[in-house]
């Protein structure tokens, strides 16, 4: 029985660690870190006829971790404590892989073909429409207030 467990479960003791959520924080960075490579971007070229295709991609990835280590209150009270550890945590991240182009390969040429979001591009036009529209109706406002 580890000490922990002897202490009825309370929290370590300062200079102890947890090795099993330090493992859980490392494998999820691990697992994200060896998600994304050339193989993400540059998929496996498909043989169509004479032309080889070869699908290219954009990758990304984003991640955060939080750690908190201390005892409850603050001043003379903390001091006061016994040497309890108060603990925090938290990891959290992602990715995202989209098509971007196709690198099309003839026996003469190589050309590359983007890959449009046009819902993406939509979006983006409504919203610079508002943007604009927000703006000359400030616009409008204000040289009216000048008037006055």
Same mark, same amino acid.
């Given at each position: 029985?580890?000490?922990?467990?002897?202490?009825?479960?309370?929290?370590?003791?300062?200079?102890?660690?947890?090795?099993?959520?330090?493992?859980?924080?490392?494998? &999820? &960075?691990? =697992?994200?870190?060896?998600?994304?490579?050339?193989?993400?971007?540059?998929?496996?070229?498909?043989?169509?006829?004479?032309?080889?295709?070869?699908?290219?991609?954009?990758?990304?990835?984003?991640? /955060? *971790?939080? &750690?908190?280590?201390?005892?409850?209150?603050?001043?003379?009270?903390?001091?006061?404590?016994?040497?309890? *550890?108060? *603990?925090?945590?938290?990891? /959290?991240?992602? =990715?995202?892989?989209?098509?971007?182009?196709?690198?099309?390969?003839?026996?003469?040429?190589?050309?590359?073909?983007?890959?449009?979001?046009?819902?993406?591009?939509?979006?983006?036009?409504? =919203?610079?429409? =508002? /943007?604009?529209?927000?703006?000359?109706?400030?616009?409008?406002?204000?040289?009216?207030?000048?008037?006055?």
């Amino acid at each position: 029985m580890n000490e922990q467990m002897q202490r009825g479960g309370a929290a370590p003791t300062e200079g102890e660690m947890m090795p099993a959520e330090g493992d859980r924080i490392a494998v &999820f &960075f691990e =697992a994200m870190t060896t998600a994304i490579g050339v193989e993400t971007v540059f998929g496996e070229p498909v043989q169509a006829g004479d032309r080889v295709i070869i699908p290219v991609a954009e990758t990304g990835m984003a991640g /955060g *971790l939080g &750690f908190g280590q201390g005892p409850a209150g603050d001043g003379e009270q903390a001091r006061q404590q016994p040497r309890a *550890l108060a *603990l925090g945590g938290g990891a /959290g991240g992602g =990715a995202s892989t989209r098509p971007v182009a196709a690198i099309i390969v003839t026996p003469n040429d190589v050309m590359v073909r983007p890959i449009v979001d046009v819902g993406k591009l939509a979006l983006n036009g409504i =919203a610079t429409s =508002a /943007g604009l529209w927000k703006g000359a109706i400030e616009f409008v406002r204000a040289v009216r207030r000048g008037r006055r």
